[in-house]
C-alpha cells in the first residue's frame, strides 16, 4: 500500500548525500548535468551541491508521473522510455514534500502546521525505519510563525539538535523555544542553505547552526535574534562578542556598531533600546530600563602585546568587525553575581570569517556565531601543523572579573582563565590558604572545550597570518560543565571547586586522559591553579597548542617552567618514576605558601606525587598532605619540583621522613616551625651572631606546625636550632627586620 510521486532509473550508484539532496525536490538537467530543480529554478546556487557532478546522461529513465497518456507516462530523462503503468488503480494529486511548506501558524511537530501534514512526516522527524536516527535531510519553508521545541519528537542521541538540509523562512517568526532562568533550548541545524526573510528567535540556551560548506543567502532581508548574559554589576568588564552583524542585502558577516545590533533584554519577549551614555563611568537603571557607560567599551584587535596603552576605545560610535570581541561594564542592574541579559538582534553571521594577525601581537577576539563553537577546532584551524608552530600559539585566554567594586585599575580583581588541547584552568584566586575560602572574590569558573555565544577571548600571534573561525568549529552546546560564559556566578552549575579528590569518568564524550591539577596558596592569598595533561602527542619540551604559557604574572605566583618559560598549562607524552618536572615560584614577601593537589583525573590508585624541595633537600608526598614551605619574598625558579619517585634526584628515603623546616616570620615576631613528618621535637634554641642564646625553649612537640612568639628583636642575622629527642641537630641562619 501507499502511494509513488516519482521514479528515477540510474546507470550508476548514488550516494546517501546525493539521493538525500534530492529527496525534497524533483530534478532537471543544468548544462549536462543533474540539478535539483526547487534550487535552480530560484536561482539558488548552493556551495555544497551534491549531485552537480552527476551527469545527465547516467539517469536512463525519469517519470514525475505529472504527465499520462492513458496509463502511459512520459519520460523526462529525454530518453524516450514511455513508462507504462499497471494495475493502476487512481491517481491522487501530488501530496509529496517539495518541499515542506506551512499552512498555518503552531507547532513544528503538529502535523496540521504543514500542507498535506496528514498523509506526510513531520520535516526533520524520527525516521520511520530506524527510531535511533532522524530525517536530517528535508528542504522546509515556512511563511507562518512557527514554534520548535524539540523535548520529545527526536531520538535521544540528537540531543535535542533538529537538522535541516534547507530553511526558508519567509516573512515570519520562526521561535526555538528555551528559557534563560532554567538554561533550557534547543539546536537548529541547517547543513545546506538558508534563507531568512523572515526572522529567526532563538530563546533561552537555543542555536542556530549551519555545518561546513552551509550557505547563508546573502540576500537575507531578516534578522536573527539571540540572547546572552552578563554581570549586572556596575564595575565589572565583560569580555563579549556579537553573533549577529548589520542587517542588508548585500553582503554577510557585517561589521557593526554597538548600538546596531545590541538591545536591552531585561524582558526577552520585548528587548528594547539600551541608552548608550556618552558621559560619565556609570552605567543606570530605571524601571526595566537600563544604560550602559559607553567609556568602558573597548578592544585590543592585533596590538602588541602586554601594551596597556593599546586598547583601542570603542565606546557606542566605533566599529567592530565580525570575530573581534569587545570589552563592556554592567549597567548596575544587580551585583557581580547576577544576571544581565541582553538580545543581539542582526543578520548572523555564517561560514568563514578571518581577521589579520601580526607575530607577537594579541587580538581580543569572540564567537562570532549564535552557536557555540568547539575550541579544540578553532585550536587546530588555526595552527599550521600539531607538532609545530601555528598562526596563534594554540592558547586561548577567558577573562573573568571576580571583584573590585571600583572603576580603579589598581583595585580590579581578576584574572585570564586559560584553555588549550591539554585542557582548561581558572583565574587566579584572590582568598585565603584554604581554597574553600574567598575573601575579596573567587573566580570559579573553568573554561570548557565549547565556546558559548558572545564569548570573547584572546589569542596571541605565534606567525604573522590569520585567525580563522568557520562552520566547522559549530556545535550545538548548552552552557554547562563543558561550555562556560566567564562571568562571575556562583550559583552556576558549571563551577570547578578546588579540593583533593578523583573525578570519575561517566559519559561517552569525556577527556580521558590522565590530569593532575595542582593549587598555589600563597603568602599574601593569591591562589593558582596549574594542569598536567598527559597526552602521546605532548612532550617535556614547548609543544604547540599543549602547552598554555602564563599570561598574566600575579604578586605571587606559581608556573611550570619549560625551557626557561613560565606555564600555567603542561602537556606531557608520560609520566616515569624519574620523570623531573620542574616549577617557578615568586613572592612579593615572605611567608608560607602552600601547595597542594586540587584534583586528580583518571589517575591510577595508589600514584605517587612528591614536591621535592632543592633548597631544604627534601621530598613532600603530596597524596599524604599539602606541602607547607617558608619563602623569602623573591623569584626561585630553581629550588621546588614535581617528582614520581622520591629518590629520583639522589636524596635518600630517610630524609624524606626527618625533614623538618624552621624559620623567623617578621610579620608576626615568631619562630615557625613546620614539620610534616611529625618529628618530635625536644627544644628550639635561637642564637644572635656572637653566638649568645637569646631564646630557648623546652618544646616535646611533634607538631607538623607550631608558632613561638620571640619579639622585641634587632635587625640581623640569627640562627635557630632544633634539637630532636633522638639527638639529631638543625641549624638554620634567618633574617630578622624590625618591624
Known amino acids: 500500500h501507499g502511494n509513488i510521486d516519482e521514479v528515477r532509473v540510474w546507470d550508476s550508484a548514488l550516494t546517501a548525500d546525493q539521493l538525500r539532496f534530492i529527496m525534497n525536490q524533483e530534478i532537471e538537467e543544468n548544462s549536462t548535468f543533474v540539478a535539483g530543480k526547487y534550487f535552480q529554478d530560484r536561482t539558488i546556487s548552493v556551495t555544497k551541491n551534491d549531485v552537480a557532478s552527476i551527469p545527465w546522461t547516467d539517469l536512463e529513465g525519469y517519470y514525475p508521473m505529472s504527465t499520462y497518456t492513458y496509463t502511459n507516462t512520459k519520460d523526462e530523462s529525454g530518453n524516450g522510455r514511455q513508462g507504462a503503468l499497471k494495475n493502476l488503480k487512481t491517481v491522487d494529486r501530488q501530496s509529496a514534500p517539495l518541499p515542506y511548506e506551512t499552512t ?80 533550557t533550548g534547543f539546536g537548529l541545524s541547517v547543513t545546506h542553505y538558508l534563507n531568512l526573510d523572515g526572522n529567526i528567535d532563538l530563546n533561552g540556551e537555543s542555536q542556530l547552526i549551519q555545518t561546513t560548506g552551509s550557505d547563508l543567502e546573502v540576500t537575507s532581508s531578516g534578522l536573527l535574534e539571540k540572547d546572552q548574559q552578563g554581570t549586572a554589576d556596575l564595575y565589572t568588564y565583560n569580555y563579549l562578542s556579537s553573533p549577529v552583524g548589520v542587517s542588508n542585502i548585500t553582503s554577510n558577516n557585517n561589521s557593526y556598531t554597538l548600538p546596531d545590533v545590541m538591545r536591552n533584554g531585561t524582558l526577552p519577549a520585548s528587548p528594547n533600546n539600551i541608552t548608550f551614555l556618552t558621559s560619565g563611568y556609570d552605567g543606570s537603571v530605571s524601571g526595566t530600563n537600563i544604560s550602559i557607560a559607553d567609556y568602558w567599551i573597548w578592544k585590543f584587535a592585533n596590538q602588541p602585546d602586554d601594551d596597556y596603552t593599546a586598547w583601542q576605545h570603542v565606546r557606542s ?61 578553532f585550536i587546530l584551524d588555526n595552527g599550521s601543523q600539531i607538532a609545530g608552530s601555528g598562526a596563534t600559539t594554540g592558547t586561548l585566554y577567558f577573562w573573568e572579573h571576580w571583584g573590585g567594586g571600583s572603576h580603579n585599575l589598581s583595585e580590579y580583581l581578576g584574572g585570564y582563565g586559560t584553555y588549550n588541547l591539554s585542557g582548561g584552568t581558572p583565574s587566579a584566586t584572590l582568598g585565603t590558604n584554604d581554597p574553600d575560602v574567598g575573601t575579596g572574590g573567587t573566580p570559579l569558573k573553568t573554561p570548557g572545550r565549547y565556546i558559548p555565544v558572545g564569548q570573547g577571548f584572546f589569542v596571541i600571534g605565534e606567525s604573522t597570518g590569520t585567525i580563522n573561525f568557520n562552520n566547522g568549529q559549530r556545535v550545538f552546546q548548552k552552557e554547562g560543565a563543558n561550555s562556560v560564559f566567564m562571568e562571575a556566578n556562583p550559583n552556576g552549575n558549571e563551577t570547578f571547586v578546588p579540593g583533593r579528590s578523583v573525578t570519575p569518568i561517566d559519559n561517552s564524550d569525556a577527556d580521558t586522559r590522565m590530569k593532575i591539577r595542582l593549587g598555589f596558596n ?31 604574572s600575579q604578586i605571587d605566583d606559581l608556573y611550570w617552567m619549560i625551557e626557561g618559560e613560565k606555564y600555567t598549562i603542561q602537556g606531557t607524552n608520560e609520566i616515569l618514576t624519574e620523570t623531573v618536572l620542574p616549577l617557578g615560584v615568586h613572592t612579593a614577601s615572605e611567608g608560607m605558601n602552600v601547595i597542594t593537589i586540587d584534583n586528580l583525573e583518571n589517575v591510577p590508585a595508589n600514584f605517587e606525587i612528591y614536591v621535592y624541595d632543592k633548597e631544604l633537600e627534601i621530598y613532600h608526598d603530596l597524596q599524604d598532605s599539602d606541602y607547607e614551605f617558608y619563602m623569602p619574598g623573591g623569584e626561585y625558579l630553581e629550588r621546588l619540583f614535581i617528582v614520581f619517585n622520591p629518590e629520583v634526584l639522589g636524596i635518600d628515603d630517610n630524609e624524606l621522613t626527618t625533614a623538618l623546616n624552621i624559620h623567623y616570620l617578621n610579620e608576626i615576631e615568631s619562630i615557625v616551625l613546620v614539620n610534616p613528618a611529625n618529628k618530635t621535637i625536644k627544644s628550639i634554641e635561637m642564637f644572635n651572631v656572637l653566638g649568645q642564646s637569646i631564646y630557648s625553649i623546652d618544646v616535646e612537640t611533634n607538631s607538623d606546625y607550631a608558632e613561638y612568639k620571640v619579639s ?21 641562619k634567618v633574617w630578622v627586620e624590625k618591624m
Open 712 to 732: 622585641n628583636l634587632s635587625t640581623g642575622t640569627y640562627i635557630l636550632q632544633i634539637k630532636t629527642v633522638n639527638g639529631d641537630t638543625l641549624p638554620k
Open 104 to 183: 498555518q501558524a503552531g507547532d513544528w511537530d503538529d502535523p496540521t502546521t504543514w500542507l498535506n501534514g496528514d498523509v506526510q512526516a513531520i520535516p526533520g522527524t524520527t525516521s520511520l525505519v530506524d527510531n535511533t536516527k532522524s530525517v536530517d535531510w528535508n528542504i522546509v519553508r515556512t511563511a507562518h510563525d512557527i514554534t520548535i521545541n524539540n523535548d520529545s519528537d527526536l531520538p535521544a542521541g540528537n540531543n535535542s539538535n533538529r537538522s535541516v538540509l534547507a530553511l526558508f523562512v519567509d516573512s515570519n517568526e520562526l521561535t526555538v523555544d528555551g528559557d534563560n532562568t532554567t538554561g
Open 317 to 377: 560610535t566605533g566599529t567592530l568587525l565580525a570575530g573581534e570581541g569587545y570589552t563592556m561594564k554592567g549597567p548596575g542592574s544587580g551585583g557581580i553575581s547576577d544576571d544581565q541579559n541582553y538580545a543581539f538582534l542582526g543578520k548572523p553571521n555564517n561560514a568563514d570569517i578571518t581577521l589579520n594577525i601580526t607575530a607577537g601581537n594579541d587580538y581580543l577576539v569572540g564567537n562570532p556565531y549564535p552557536s557555540a563553537i568547539d575550541a579544540e577546532q
Open 522 to 552: 600563597s603568602a599574601n592569598t593569591l591562589r593558582r591553579q596549574l594542569l598536567l595533561t598527559v597526552d602521546e602527542n605532548a612532550s617535556l619540551n614547548i609543544d604547540w597548542g599543549y602547552d598554555g604559557a602564563l599570561y598574566e
